[in-house]
């Protein structure tokens, strides 16, 4: 059988992903997410003209019953006639997704929960917790310094008791050239004591957690629940918006965390990963606490997405590579996840059995891995 044909009948794991937007209001709005960064394109410019339009163009406009590759303008305009609610279910359905491992972390407030993403995709939700929003939780609580680590241990824990993960941003918060090492109680405290002195004053404004000593705290502190409760530690790396620098988020710059935690043991999943998509495949090749997936740039590489899965798979084990979408806002951004995936990894395994390099078996096992057992072996879903 076809690899392509494998994959379509694979409920995939999304392992990484947020919610849906509750109300889209206009083309505008809808533009706004599907560009990685807050900005409006240029005058007289969309961010349809770019390959994220060209893949929601292919893959959704049939589901809402257009041609493929419709016009941005009928696109949007079919779109919002039939509605928030219509949209949403009708297109994460036609995903076809098993499970969604949604980061709770990031604009909470105007999206779909994990309940209500159950609800609506007919998949199974579980919760991410991220690490920083629980530090910058717990720090808008104003507690004194000498209790705030424990107060975002007992916070962080009792968010990770149903969770099956933990995501750090930290390569948002500074990047991946932190030190490595645990570090001391009196050093924490100092750093508290720091950070929460400069939120005085800025009440109802929220904190943001930029301190590398506390960021690293707060890594550790979830590395030991992560050992109790056998659950990951997700990191963004590469492709992501204006808030990165994206050379200090190269996975290759947290090797000595990624060693450190290999000895307690925590697994640790790379996420996006692009342009260093080829450097996180060495580290799964190497560790043996390391995974990553392609994620977002799957949807925003357009046509040459074939070539990035194909370097994806260059020299990392089958078992390391996992799938996701990062959709967040639209219901597009899961269903064009989803479907660009299975035709790039489909494609890439089909030639190989073209080229004699593997046989049906094999990629269809290449396929199932990394569609969804390979998540299902990490993250306790099941």
């Known amino acids: 059988m076809p690899a392509t044909e494998v994959l379509d009948g694979v409920a995939l794991v999304d392992d990484h992903c947020h919610g849906v937007a509750r109300h889209v209001e206009d083309r505008n709005a809808f533009e706004s997410f599907i560009n990685e960064g807050p900005e409006e394109p240029p005058e007289r410019m969309s961010h349809f003209d770019a390959p994220i339009g060209l893949t929601v163009r292919r893959w959704c406009a049939p589901v809402l019953g257009l041609d493929p590759l419709s016009s941005a303008e009928d696109y949007v305009e079919a779109r919002l006639k039939i509605g928030d609610d219509e949209a949403t279910r009708t297109l994460l359905r036609a995903a076809r997704l098993g499970s969604l491992l949604i980061d709770t972390g990031y604009r909470t407030d105007d999206s779909l929960d994990p309940d209500e993403m159950a609800a609506v995709s007919g998949a199974t939700a579980h919760e991410i917790v991220r690490i920083e929003s629980v530090a910058e939780e717990v720090a808008a609580e104003s507690p004194n310094a000498a209790d705030y680590s424990e107060r975002f241990a007992e916070r962080l824990t009792e968010r990770a008791a149903d969770a099956v993960g933990f995501k750090s941003v930290v390569a948002y918060r500074g990047g991946f050239g932190i030190d490595p090492s645990v570090p001391a109680g009196a050093e924490v405290t100092r750093a508290a004591g720091e950070w929460l002195r400069k939120l005085d004053g800025g009440r109802g404004a929220r904190p943001r957690l930029e301190h590398p000593v506390l960021l690293r705290h707060g890594i550790w502190t979830a590395a030991a629940i992560a050992v109790e409760r056998k659950v990951p530690i997700q990191f963004h790396s590469g492709f992501g918006d204006t808030d990165l620098d994206i050379h200090l988020s190269n996975p290759s710059l947290l090797t000595g965390l990624v060693r450190r935690l290999g000895t307690l043991p ?25 995974y990553f997936d392609l994620g977002s740039v799957l949807n925003y590489v357009g046509p040459s997405v074939r070539q990035i899965q194909a370097e994806g798979l260059e020299i990392a084990p089958f078992t390391k590579q996992m799938f996701s979408t990062d959709a967040f806002g639209l219901p597009e951004l899961y269903l064009a996840g989803a479907q660009t995936f299975r035709a790039a990894l489909g494609e890439v395994l089909d030639g190989w059995m073209a080229d004699g390099r593997c046989t049906a078996a094999d990629a269809e096992r290449i396929a199932r891995l990394i569609g969804e057992e390979n998540a299902r072996r990490i993250y306790p879903i099941d």
């Not at 996006?272 to 560790?287: D, I, K, M, Q, W």
């Open 266 to 290: 925590v697994n640790v999943v790379f996420l996006h990963c692009y342009p260093y998509h080829r450097e996180a495949g060495y580290l799964a090749a190497v560790f043996r606490n390391v």
